[in-house]
């Protein structure tokens, strides 16, 4: 497990493609649990260890995850993300690139939970919700549209089902299109960037993801590494 950030009230962690956030039918730990296990042993606390979970990402992605360590923080970080105060950004690798090259998507999607997999429509109809995104392709390496995401609504599998539907499905993302899946179960989409103003200090917290290690995400550790220097050097002045 890797801590990207921890104080008092929060921790976010960078999680791994395949790991839950929360307990699910599966019975697998989910990341929660072991957050708090690290809280314990970190802390040597005794008892039981609190914390919420904010929100989540589905299990074959990756990236940044918040987590409340207080009850203050958890309902002031719900409310947060629930009047999108929470400013997040995704990476994701295409085989293809879309027609525009940025742009917002703007449809309606219905969920079917038998299968696990949400629909794309161009018009409103009965049970369906409204689906808004803005993406970016920032860059391309040999067999790789890189694409940063910002969500405007948050829908089960928008990013992948949208993005299918606009002819770029994600890497690996079998369930919504792509030909190939990758060879540890995931699918390229990462939680990469995180922004909010702290619910305790009032402190704007500005976070990224380390990129995974596998090949085609390397291609663009240049591009990674001069945003973050950007944003290290913007936190120092």
Request: hydrophobic letters at 35%.
């Amino acid at each position: 497990m890797e801590i990207v950030y921890a104080d008092n009230h929060i921790i976010v962690v960078n999680k791994a493609p395949g790991e839950i956030v929360q307990g699910d039918k599966t019975g697998d730990e989910p990341l929660s649990e072991t957050v708090k296990a690290w809280i314990k042993k970190e802390y040597n606390k005794p008892g039981n260890v609190f914390l919420g979970v904010v929100h989540r990402l589905d299990r074959p992605v990756g990236g940044l995850v918040v987590f409340a360590r207080t009850s203050k923080a958890l309902t002031r970080l719900n409310e947060m993300f629930r009047d999108g105060r929470v400013h997040k950004r995704y990476w994701a690798l295409s085989r293809t690139a879309p027609a525009v090259p940025e742009g917002e998507l703007h449809q309606w999607l219905t969920s079917v939970e038998a299968r696990n997999k949400s629909f794309v429509h161009d018009t409103q109809r009965p049970g369906a919700k409204e689906a808004r995104l803005r993406y970016k392709v920032l860059g391309r390496s040999d067999s790789f549209n890189l694409l940063e995401v910002q969500l405007l609504t948050g829908r089960k599998h928008q990013i992948r089902c949208q993005l299918a539907a606009a002819g770029c499905p994600i890497r690996g993302d079998l369930k919504y299109g792509d030909r190939r899946s990758n060879p540890d179960g995931s699918i390229s989409l990462l939680a990469h960037e995180i922004e909010f103003v702290h619910p305790v200090s009032g402190k704007t917290i500005h976070l990224f993801a380390p990129l995974p290690a596998d090949a085609p995400w390397r291609s663009f550790d240049e591009l990674h590494n001069q945003m973050t220097s950007k944003e290290n050097e913007e936190g120092r002045s």
